[in-house]
């Protein structure tokens, strides 16, 4: 049982470049999250599919839940202002506790 | 926006008692205290959580006020491996999980 599974862990993109995270959780869980974290600072939530084939409105446009396992972010053009650390995680269902991935370094130079 | 407030950080003696309190005075009757911690840069961890009645679990206790407008985190002995940031939030239902600052705590050997 993995838990929750961030792909990659560390990227460096060149300003304008383009990447997709990926997140898969092996818990058959209903919800899912991502999280962006700047050096220094707390979580702030960003996107979040309450299950599959659903997302709600979030910072980040081009998010996809293909099936409820699989949760990914794209980040298109990427800017400095997105460096950061992106965390992953799901839940099974309401007022229960969320499972987290590692989370993805991304530095955009 | 989170609806609790946590001092931004705390000390404490290795073997000691850490008390991590959490003010949540506008608390609605469905909602949940939850708690959730993070170890360096590491994925955040969930610790505990509670209603009305205080709970304890192999890593914590929660004591959470009569009127539930208040909470405290407690790690009975706590070690090195517990200085982490401390996140306590609030969930009702379906709501999405939303982080506030937390409490830095640090144990001093």
């Known amino acids: 049982n993995a838990g929750v599974t961030q792909t990659p862990k560390f990227q460096v993109l060149k300003t304008g470049q383009s990447m997709t995270l990926q997140c898969a959780q092996d818990?058959?869980?209903?919800?899912m999250y991502w999280y962006r974290q700047d050096p220094g600072m707390g979580l702030r939530l960003i996107y979040y599919?309450?299950?599959?084939g659903t997302t709600d409105k979030g910072e980040v446009p081009n998010v996809s839940r293909l099936n409820k396992r699989e949760f990914s972010l794209r980040l298109e053009s990427a800017a400095p202002s997105q460096t950061s650390v992106y965390f992953c995680a799901s839940t099974p269902d309401i007022n229960t506790e969320a499972f987290f991935g590692q989370g993805t370094r991304l530095t955009v130079v | 926006d989170a609806k609790t407030t946590q001092p931004t950080s705390m000390d404490c003696a290795e073997g000691r008692a850490a008390n991590l309190p959490c003010n949540h005075s506008t608390i609605s009757g469905n909602e949940y205290v939850y708690w959730y911690r993070q170890i360096h840069s590491q994925g955040p961890q969930y610790i505990i959580h509670g209603l009305k009645n205080n709970e304890t679990n192999e890593m914590a206790s929660l004591i959470i006020t009569e009127d539930r407008k208040s909470s405290t985190l407690i790690l009975p002995h706590a070690t090195l491996r517990d200085t982490a940031v401390y996140y306590c939030?609030?969930?009702?239902?379906?709501?999405?999980?939303?982080f506030g600052q937390g409490t830095r705590l640090t144990i001093n050997p």
């Open positions: 599919s309450a299950s599959e």
């Open positions: 939030t609030l969930i009702q239902g379906a709501q999405k999980l939303v």
């Open positions: 818990m058959n869980h209903n919800s």
